[in-house]
Structures are given as structure tokens and as C-alpha cells.
């Protein structure tokens, strides 16, 4: 435990008259509950759109689980194991909480979709999380914060490129 996981160092990030980031280290390890804390327009959401491929820096070294990363976009961050999770929901509120975790990642055979394998795989994702929820409810009835525990689940989805396939 305790390996590094995400390393960034001398990240510089500049928006038209504004300098964002300043030469910023950032270090993960495994096991770490990291928080990012300061005032509005301090750089925290440049740094976490920097790590999940949403924005590019303009130098610095990035690092995800000890390989060297260029220039990441969102579907490259996702393979390589980042996922982040909003504080604003993104959810479809008229599906499913097995639906939502697996949207866009859909299990199918054929051309049908596999609503059990979805559900199998999302009840093992759920109970490796400790999340107590009902596959078959559809995620605009529950609260947020049970909305926020499904997007939560659903970057657990994200975590690897083909997570509970065998």
C-alpha cells in the first residue's frame, strides 16, 4: 500500500490574463483520502480537469500508476483508471441505478441489451462499495445523496477498461 498512484509535478496552466497554475506538485497514494481545498479561482477544478483529460497543461509531468502520461482527453483518463466524480449530477434521471452506472458501457448480447449481466455486475460493483440500493429504481426518485452514491459507483465502472467481464 502506499504507492504512488497520481504524481503531478511542475503543472503551469494559463487561461487568456490569467496564470492558474503555478508550478503545482500533487501526490496520491494508494489507500489516501485527498482533499483540494481554497478559494475560488485557486486552480482546484483546473488541476482535476488537467488529471481527467478535460483541459491539457501547458508543462509539467504527469504521472498515473508509475506510466508517464502526455496530453490526456476524458476517454484516455478513463482507461487509465481516473474517474471523477462532480459535484454537479450528470445522471439520466428516468433510467435505472444499474442503467446509469453502466450508460454508455452497456453489456449487450447481440444487439439486445443485458439487463442482468448489467445488474450482476452493478450488485458486485454496489456491494464491493458498501452502497445499499436498489438496482431497479430509477435514480430520479432517490435522493441526492443516493444520487451521488450512484455516481460514484458508476466511475468505479470507469475504473479499469473492462471491469467484472471475465
Given amino acids: 500500500?502506499?504507492?504512488?498512484?497520481?504524481?503531478?509535478?511542475?503543472?503551469c496552466k494559463t487561461f487568456p490574463?490569467?496564470?492558474?497554475?503555478?508550478?503545482?506538485?500533487?501526490?496520491?497514494?494508494?489507500?489516501?483520502?485527498?482533499?483540494?481545498l481554497g478559494e475560488n479561482g485557486a486552480g482546484k477544478s483546473a488541476l482535476m480537469k488537467i488529471l481527467s483529460g478535460v483541459c491539457t497543461r501547458d508543462s509539467g509531468e504527469?504521472?498515473?500508476f508509475g506510466k508517464r502520461c502526455g496530453d490526456l482527453n476524458p476517454k484516455l483518463a478513463q482507461s487509465v483508471g481516473v474517474a471523477i466524480i462532480h459535484q454537479e449530477l450528470n445522471m439520466c434521471r428516468h433510467l435505472t441505478v444499474a442503467e446509469n452506472m453502466f450508460l454508455g458501457r452497456?453489456?449487450?448480447?447481440?444487439?439486445?441489451?443485458?439487463?442482468k449481466e448489467m445488474e450482476q455486475a452493478a450488485a458486485r460493483i454496489l456491494g464491493d462499495l458498501k452502497i445499499d440500493l436498489d438496482l431497479r429504481q430509477t435514480v430520479g426518485?432517490?435522493?441526492?445523496?443516493?444520487?451521488?452514491?450512484?455516481?460514484?459507483?458508476?466511475?468505479?465502472?470507469h475504473e479499469c477498461p473492462d471491469p467484472y467481464h471475465g
Fill in 1 to 11: 500500500m502506499n504507492d504512488v498512484i497520481v504524481s503531478m509535478k511542475n503543472i
Fill in 17 to 36: 490574463g490569467v496564470k492558474t497554475l503555478d508550478n503545482v506538485q500533487f501526490e496520491l497514494r494508494s489507500g489516501e483520502v485527498m482533499a483540494l
Fill in 62 to 64: 504527469l504521472e498515473i
Fill in 106 to 115: 452497456e453489456k449487450r448480447k447481440g444487439i439486445l441489451l443485458s439487463d
Fill in 141 to 157: 426518485s432517490l435522493p441526492v445523496s443516493k444520487q451521488q452514491m450512484v455516481e460514484i459507483a458508476q466511475g468505479a465502472v
